[in-house]
């Protein structure tokens, strides 16, 4: 019930400055001043992929997922290793907000480039090269990778680092191949006949 409050409590607020027209705060304190500017560099670059014609949206959407990153960063900050549940609970408490927030000013095909930003469009790239390695992939199956995709990209949006953003796509990436193989998939075979293709559109 705690957890619903302070989502509502969020929403309410958001909804309170948009309907004001007034721009989502950057919520700086305690953060270091080269860590913000990069941080504003950083969303300022996904806000652009967007193509947002409101300046004002613009920033608010820009200081949305910077405050993201800060609450990230805190909260990674805050465990060590020895406490990694706590961290997850606390990860996972605050997981949604972001798509909440941004949903005040963005359609889900917006908030998904976000996410995609966020990730270093892992989930776009890994989907086309699964795809083009295995063309004869049935729908269903082709169905069954993209929702795996999207899991990963959750995960790797509350990673720490980008290193922990790849290990969720390898990681998930690794799940992909042993089903696939499972369904009687030769991946080699497909790898090989893939990396053939490409040799060869490379001679066109």
């Known amino acids: 019930m705690k957890k619903v409050l302070v989502l509502l409590v969020g929403l309410i607020t958001l909804v309170s400055i948009e309907s004001k027209g007034q721009v989502v705060p950057l919520n700086t304190e305690g953060q270091d001043p080269k860590y913000v500017e990069t941080i504003k560099g950083r969303a300022q670059k996904i806000v652009d992929g967007l193509n947002l014609a ?29 406490h990694q549940d706590a961290r997850d609970a606390e990860l996972y408490k605050h997981h949604f907000e972001l798509a909440s927030a941004l949903s005040l000013y963005l359609t889900n095909e917006q ?81 090989d006949n893939w990396m053939k293709r490409i040799e060869e559109a490379k001679k066109k």
């Open 54 to 82: 409101d300046a004002q949206k613009a920033e608010s959407v820009r200081n949305i997922i910077a405050n993201r990153y800060f609450l990230l960063n805190d909260i990674h900050n805050k465990y060590d290793k020895t």
């Open 111 to 191: 908030i998904d480039a976000v996410k995609d930003g966020m990730t270093y469009g892992r989930l776009k790239r890994d989907y086309r090269a699964t795809l083009e390695m295995i063309p004869s992939l049935t729908e269903e199956e082709k169905t069954q990778v993209l929702i795996w995709l999207q899991e990963a990209r959750e995960y790797a949006m509350d990673a720490a680092d980008s290193k922990g953003k790849h290990f969720w796509f390898d990681k998930y990436r690794g799940r992909t191949n042993n089903w696939l193989s499972a369904r009687g998939y030769d991946l080699k075979k497909e790898r």
